[in-house]
């Protein structure tokens, strides 16, 4: 079965740092591109981040550029926010998806991680 | 800024159609915003429906159906089921991505 699971989740004060993890299983992880969505608590989603196979290509929202850092380990089978200057607005439930873009779009989703930036 | 927008809530019929809607705020939408529609329940993660305006999932109830229509990206839903009650959103390609806020489908 096709899974991914996020952990590193928690409460945090504001200014602080989060380092997000994701872990997949039943696919071959290093042939996918990677995002990472998250939804504040009541409202939308909002696409945070991605990646590309190889990490030679990584993007991110206007809010988060210069605070978040995403990347991954093939060998682990893993993806990673890292997550700096952290503020009450970034608290979330945040996403790790498998996107694939036009091919097949963002075709499987974690459960999901909670971060909370409260002091 | 970007921004996307959709019909903040809808109501539909059991056994109805429903069409829900998404623009860009920098134009028309075309196929190059290959746009994508996800179902959210709550307390669950979205799932995805339609990728590339409208091509479907294996997992896609026949009843979805996605295409561009007066400049909009959109979803329609046809024989709505009482289980399509949902939060859908809509989400485009620019450099990056970009979701609209959400259309809350009632079904009354």
């Known amino acids: 079965e096709v899974q991914l699971v996020e952990s590193g989740g928690g409460l945090v004060q504001p200014g602080g740092s989060l380092r997000l993890s994701c872990a997949d299983s039943?696919?071959?992880?290093?042939?996918?591109?990677m995002s990472w969505v998250r939804q504040a608590p009541g409202k939308g989603l909002e696409w945070v981040a991605i990646i590309k196979e190889d990490e030679s290509e990584k993007y991110y929202v206007d809010s988060v550029k210069g605070r978040f850092t995403i990347s991954r380990d093939n060998a682990k089978n893993s993806l990673y926010l890292e997550m700096n200057s952290l503020r009450p607005e970034d608290t979330a439930v945040y996403y790790c998806?498998?996107?694939?873009?036009?091919?097949?779009?963002?075709?499987?989703w974690g459960q999901g991680t909670t971060v909370t930036v409260s002091s | 800024q970007t921004v996307v927008t959709q019909e903040p809530s809808l109501t539909v019929s059991p056994g109805g159609t429903v069409t829900l809607t998404c623009a860009s705020s920098?134009?028309?939408?075309?196929?190059?915003?290959?746009a994508n529609w996800f179902q959210q329940k709550p307390g669950q993660p979205p799932r995805s429906l339609i990728y590339s305006t409208s091509n479907k999932h294996s997992w896609t109830p026949a009843r979805f159906s996605g295409s561009l229509l007066g400049g909009k990206a959109a979803l329609t839903l046809s024989g709505v089921q009482p289980e399509d009650e949902a939060e859908y959103y809509c989400l485009l390609y620019y450099p990056g991505r970009v979701f609209g806020g959400g259309t809350k489908l009632t079904v009354l």
């Open positions: 998806v498998r996107d694939q873009g036009s091919n097949s779009g963002m075709d499987v």
């Open positions: 039943g696919f071959t992880f290093s042939k996918y591109w």
């Open positions: 920098t134009g028309a939408v075309t196929s190059g915003y290959h």
